[in-house]
């Protein structure tokens, strides 16, 4: 786990990479400069401390610089009858390009954001992981081309400004979506896809290399035991070698669910005396009961961390700054302290991210596991309006009442806002709010949203596609992956093994949800190895008082940054709408205010603290 960065016809500034990004590689820093190449690594040491240093040559033609952890790269070597100097993934990474060039990938099984230069054929070969665990973004124009695993790292190297467009993406989703960034001439590579870049001429093509598309579109026909068996084989697996494929102490972040839970206890089998590490914060629910009777199952070295928001208005700003764009996620706070709590007492820590989007973990999947609300029904749409327009909105997000007015609220539109209404919800049925003066923003995600609606899978399906690609990719995993490295501290998702990928998709629809049980098949797996206490808990993640904080502790805050004069929400918002928002004096339940408020504060933060910084 290191951070990246690199050019072509640009000379990269060292100490303005350290100053950005040292906390991604705290214990070493190298640049390598040849041709018309920089490339800089900040190595955080896991794998092969003495050995695996970069950038990394090879046989005076290849030099590789790497963010990641290839699991499986010893099994490969001993696959393939490949030979190295050193017992480091990097070099596999290296030993595999020299033999196959860029269709090595699907060998590996892994995290990975790498860019390698090829001296004798004057071209960079840049790729990242299937999921998109690892990050990387780019900046090109006519003249350079510059790399960096952060956004701040690449502002700090250019004078890049602001692209308007991409920030009506981020009202409506919470982030920015696919390659959008908030900046001009900045993409962000893609999930699965890698780019060949010509160093001479500054040509590049980006290439889909996985898609979980491709897997949601066919259906196994194993039962259900065989699943069972199945995820329990992969998961085992995964787990294995994410424990066993480090230098360093490996822990495990234990709540009260059944996927670190399981997480953690297929780990004891491979280390009987784990770290697991349990959060609670104050007056929230508090999960530690729960997590303790796993680690007294398995008897692991547990440590439970009491979490405080009491320096949350002092701490926001840096906090919100990491993420170098507009972060709507306000779990991005707890995850923040938490990741800082656990880097006490070790470097690498397993968690449970991806079982909700590959097992049906979320309550919004259930309706869509009986109907298929993105075909076009106009009797159920037409009915839904009306139910909607005659019922007050709810208040209280986790009541019955609010699930329902949801439900309407989303069958009663089309295509894409079907998706936006059933998944974050931040403007939906107030989008009319949004000056966009006939900007059709929307056109680059309904087209992807179309080919994945119109595809011949059912309902559940869908919106399960569509949350691996936008909501994992643009949002679940960069906080983690922000908050865990901001404090060099290396996290590692076995439900994303490349096993579980390619397997889970294609499930039947029962197995995730059953009637209104979700994540049905891994509860199941569950009472092999969990209490049973915790096999039907709800799903709650981090419990987040985000309109007590909007309405309290953050009020004057909110109000310090969204209601200034030069405040750039009032170019995206009309003004009445804004103000009327601040003052709470529109037709509008708590819950979305304080959601809509939090999108904007994140924004404003972003603009003062990052964009107008120098």
Known sequence: ????????????????????????????????????????????????????????????????????????????????????????????????YHQFGVNFLHYLEGMFAFALYDRQEKKMFIARDRAGKKPLYYYQDKEKFVFASELNCLKGLLPLQMDDRHFYHYLRLGSFYG?????????????????LIDCTTLDMTDTCWWSINDFYRQTHTDNFEQSVEKVDEYLNAAVKRRVESSDLEVGSFLSGGIDSGLTTAI?????????????????????????KLVAEKYHTNH????????????????????????????????????????????????????????????????????????????AVKNTAALAKHLLPPGHNKKSKYNYIYRLLSLASKNSLEIYLSAGVDIMEDYETNITANG??????????FTAVANAPI??????????????????????????????????????????????????????????????????????????????????????????????????????????????????????????????????ISAEKRAKILWTLLSMEIWYKKVYLSK
């Open 267 to 291: 780990a004891s089998k491979y280390n009987n005396r784990i770290k697991t590490f349990t959060v609670s914060f104050d007056g929230e629910y508090d999960e530690a009961p729960l997590a």
């Open 1 to 96: 786990m290191c951070g990246i960065a690199g050019a072509v016809n640009f000379k990269l500034l060292y100490k303005q990479i350290d100053e950005q990004m040292l906390h991604r590689g705290p214990d070493e820093q190298a640049g390598y400069l040849v041709d018309n190449i920089d490339l800089y690594h900040l190595r955080l040491s896991i794998v092969d401390i003495g050995g695996g240093k970069q950038p990394m040559h090879l046989r005076d033609r290849y030099t590789i610089i790497f963010n990641g952890e290839i699991y499986n790269h010893k099994e490969i070597r001993n696959l393939l009858n490949l030979h190295g100097t050193t017992s480091s993934d990097t070099e596999t990474l290296l030993l595999l």
């Open 303 to 378: 440590t439970e961390i009491k979490i405080s928001f009491d320096h949350l208005k002092n701490d926001l700003e840096k906090i919100c700054s990491n993420y170098g764009e507009p972060f709507f996620d306000s779990s991005a706070i707890p995850s923040y302290y938490v990741s800082a709590a656990a880097k006490k007492h070790l470097t690498v820590i397993l968690n449970g991210d991806g079982a909700d989007e590959l097992f049906g973990g979320y309550r919004r999947y259930v309706p869509f596991a009986k109907y298929d609300f993105f075909k076009s029904h106009g």
């Open 458 to 587: 059912s309902g559940l399906r869908k919106i399960m596609n569509m949350d691996f690609n936008t909501t994992l990719f643009t949002d679940l995993l960069v906080k983690m992956d922000i908050a865990n490295m901001a404090h060099s501290l290396e996290g590692r998702s076995p439900f994303l093994c490349k096993d579980l990928l390619e397997y889970a998709p294609g499930m039947d629809d029962s197995f995730k949800i059953n009637g209104s049980t979700t994540k049905y098949l891994l509860r199941q797996l569950a009472k092999k190895y969990l209490p049973g206490e915790l096999i039907n808990q709800p799903k709650r993640g981090f419990e987040i008082p985000l309109k007590k904080w909007v309405e309290k502790e953050l009020r004057d805050v909110v109000f310090d940054y969204v209601g200034a004069p030069d405040a750039i929400s009032n170019q995206f918002l009309q003004h009445a709408f804004l103000t009327g928002l601040l003052n709470n004096t529109i037709k």
């Open 439 to 448: 900007m059709n923003y929307l056109e680059s995600m309904r087209a992807d």
């Open 179 to 195: 390659s959008c960034t908030p900046y001009r001439n900045v993409s962000e590579l893609k999930a699965g896809h890698f780019l």
